[in-house]
């Protein structure tokens, strides 16, 4: 099955924007869903299909797509954005499913 | 509300066998997948496997095929991940979530948008 890579940690100022980046060849044909995982708490769906917040999410969060790259954008982040983040699709194949291996993001 | 909600946390022997169970409410149990993801200590998300309720039929990921079954109770609304010849490396937080998938123009997408809150699976001789 294909791949997701993920920067393993980033980190950003209070109140700037931050960019967490995933890139597999699935990526091409799927669109990669983004959960936010706090210490000890259950992922939680941020971001999904083309640009898609579920209800509860703040318009704070974004995604985007290009080639086989996928991002999701923090437009002023705030100190309890401070999480592990997990992009995920299903793989080249279709058949199985992938997640990146998660990018720790530091609010500074 | 919509919700998923498992089973509890389990301690096995290596070579035994954990049957975890998450029941759903809130929605209609057959119109979503159901799939299942686990977490050891300190690791990331890796995907287990995923069920389609309505027909019964699952995928597996390569590394779990033939030590791993999934079915499901439609009268219940519920539904069933077995683990077998469990070893030390099988210990990990076992989650279940429901699927939310489909197309935007030519993409498609596959998230999970309804997670139930994580069964514990302790594997130690």
């Given at each position: 099955?294909?791949?997701l890579t993920?920067?393993p940690?980033?980190s950003?100022?209070?109140?700037q924007?931050?960019r967490?980046?995933?890139?597999g ?31 509860g999410?703040p ?8 080639g086989?790259t996928?991002s999701l ?6 100190a ?5 983040y ?13 997640f990146?291996?998660g ?6 | ?6 089973s509890?946390?389990?301690?096995k022997?290596?070579?035994a066998?954990?049957?975890?169970s ?11 997948d ?8 300190g ?20 590394r ?23 070893r ?19 993409y ?13 699976v302790?594997?130690?001789?």
């Open positions: 099955s294909s791949e993920q920067d940690a980033v950003v100022a209070l109140g924007t931050v967490i980046t995933c890139q060849d699935s990526l091409r044909i799927y669109y990669a869903s983004w959960y936010q995982q706090k210490p000890g708490q259950t992922p939680v769906l941020v971001i999904y299909g083309k640009n898609n917040r579920p209800s999410i318009d704070r969060f974004s995604g985007s797509s290009s086989d996928a954008t923090i437009t002023g982040a705030q309890e954005d401070e999480a592990d997990y992009c995920n699709s299903r793989d080249i194949s279709v058949k199985y499913v992938v990146g291996g990018t720790k993001l530091t609010v500074l | 509300q919509v919700q998923l909600v498992q509890g946390a389990e301690v022997k290596p070579g066998s954990v049957k975890v998450c029941k759903a409410s809130g929605y209609t149990f057959t119109s979503n159901i799939t299942w993801v686990r977490q050891a200590s690791q990331g998300l890796e995907w287990v496997g995923g069920m389609n309720p309505n027909s019964g039929n699952a995928d597996y990921a390569q779990f095929q033939g030590r791993v079954t999934m079915t499901r109770n439609t009268s219940i609304s519920t539904a069933y991940m077995e683990l077998s010849r469990l030390s490396e099988d210990t990990a937080v076992y989650y279940c979530a429901r699927v939310r998938h489909g197309s935007f123009g030519l498609y997408y596959y998230g999970m948008d309804v997670w139930g809150q994580g069964t514990t302790t594997v130690s001789s």
